[in-house]
């Protein structure tokens, strides 16, 4: 039975970690996801908290960190300078994940419209791939790639089966995210099957493919996606997204990796962010999902138990 195992940090993406963990941990999962970005969500990118602060908030909490969901910006694919600070940005956020304990990251390259044949930009992004896994091979760290990616030139199903095939490293998995199957709305099972055991992690969160700008303002989505007419960032039952379609074929493929609620809020209050979690939690539940028996609902502290 597809089961969530964790709970990721930007679900809180306006406040900081030293009020999103102890929300996460009252919550009930003990094993957590850190999203931190160069544009917002600025949990655990080059401040505040250290590397050894965070590895002790963590431990006092019985939190287990599984992955570090980060990214400086997204390079510009042609500018070779643009590509080493991508690079030298992660050489030095990687030595800090291990020292916190952390032991996958993501990394997102290719923005799409930058002026190149989109062949040429895979190719060169494929390259950069490989670069920023060799040297996190070197230092014990598995990386994620979240493909496909609305935003990111490896949009659909074949050109992802064509970089998996180049990158045939050991430490290199895939990250499926349920929001961008629900707008790009690609073959699930047979990606799922193609795929195989290069997928590693999952992301639940849901999305439409049409929202308004009405939706966007309501949602009060942050300027890198109000760019679009869909909606990525939508609790679990208030989009399009099949989560009991997504369950059966996780459980079909033998998948037994993490999966993270993703739940991502912004400028929201704490209380709503909390009552937003547990309707999303509920919907998931009521799809097929199983939670971790500690999980609670924040609406009165009851443990799930299931």
């Given amino acids: 039975m597809a089961r969530v195992t964790a709970m990721s940090s930007i679900g809180y993406a306006f406040y900081t970690l030293y009020e999103a963990l102890p ?12 999203g931190s970005f160069g544009d917002y969500c ?25 992955a570090l969901n980060w990214s400086p910006a997204v390079a510009t ?23 916190v304990g952390i032991p996958m990251m993501t990394m997102h390259f290719g923005m799409k419209g930058q002026g190149m044949q989109v062949a040429d930009q895979r190719r060169m992004a494929a390259e950069t791939y490989r670069e920023m896994a060799e040297r996190a091979l070197s230092r014990g760290m598995k990386m994620l790639l979240e493909l496909p990616h609305l935003y990111l030139v490896h949009d659909s199903c074949e050109p992802v089966h064509e970089l998996l095939e180049s ?77 009991a379609r997504l369950g059966a074929a996780l459980d079909a493929s033998g998948y037994r990796g993490d999966v993270t609620t993703e739940f991502e809020y912004f400028d929201m209050p704490l209380d709503e962010i909390e009552r937003q979690y547990d309707a999303g ?26």
């Fill in 23 to 34: 929300r996460m941990a009252a919550r009930g999962f003990k094993r957590v996801e850190i």
């Fill in 42 to 66: 600025y949990h655990f990118n080059f401040g505040s908290p250290s590397p050894s602060e965070l590895r002790s908030m963590l431990s006092d909490l019985g939190l287990t960190p599984i």
């Fill in 77 to 99: 694919t042609y500018d070779r300078a643009s590509v080493d600070g991508w690079l030298d940005a992660f050489d030095r956020k990687m030595d800090h994940a291990l020292e």
């Fill in 167 to 243: 990158l045939d490293l050991p430490n290199v998995g895939l990250l499926l995210d349920s929001s961008h199957w629900g707008v790009i709305g690609y073959d699930l099972e047979a990606f799922v099957a193609r795929v195989g055991p290069r997928l590693w992690h999952i992301h639940l969160r849901d999305s439409t493919p049409d929202a308004t700008p009405e939706q966007d303002r309501k949602f009060k989505r942050p300027a890198i996606v109000g760019r679009s007419r869909y909606n990525l960032t939508l609790t679990p039952g208030l989009g399009g997204v099949d989560f």
């Fill in 281 to 306: 939690l509920a919907h998931l539940r009521a799809c097929g999902w199983t939670l971790p028996a500690s999980v609670r609902d924040a609406s009165d502290g009851r443990s799930e138990n299931r």
